[in-house]
């Protein structure tokens, strides 16, 4: 009924910027919150920033001052914009929701930051 998709991952220079996309479907987009994590293989998935229905952002202390997350709702779409990317960020970033207790999750979007 919940489908997210992810798009915008790439291959970046230490330094550099990307900006995800999540659009989502199946859903009233403007009375979720939604979030974003980030996983490397053999390691467990960490929770990079969310943003409520209402618009407040949050973030892992980590990514502060760099990213931020924001939605269209106009779109159904969330966004991360990264900045100034660290090589220990490569991972696969990927889009969260829950629907009445149902969590969904996008496919990722490998995000690689290497020169």
């Known amino acids: 009924q919940v489908q997210l998709v992810e798009s915008g991952g790439g291959l970046v220079q230490p330094g550099g910027s990307l900006r995800l996309s999540c659009a989502a479907s199946?859903?009233?987009?403007?009375?979720?919150?939604m979030s974003w994590y980030r996983q490397v293989p053999g390691k467990q998935r960490d929770w990079v920033a969310g943003?409520?229905?209402?618009?407040?952002?949050s973030y892992v202390d980590s990514v502060k001052g760099r990213f931020t997350i924001s939605r269209d709702n106009a779109k159904n779409t969330v966004y991360l914009q990264m900045n100034s990317l660290k090589p220990e960020e490569s991972a696969v970033y990927s889009c969260?929701?829950?629907?009445?207790?149902?969590?969904?999750w996008g496919q990722g979007t490998q995000v690689t930051v290497s020169s």
């Open positions: 969260y929701t829950a629907v009445n207790g149902r969590p969904y």
């Open positions: 199946g859903s009233n987009f403007r009375l979720n919150g």
């Open positions: 943003i409520t229905s209402g618009g407040i952002v």
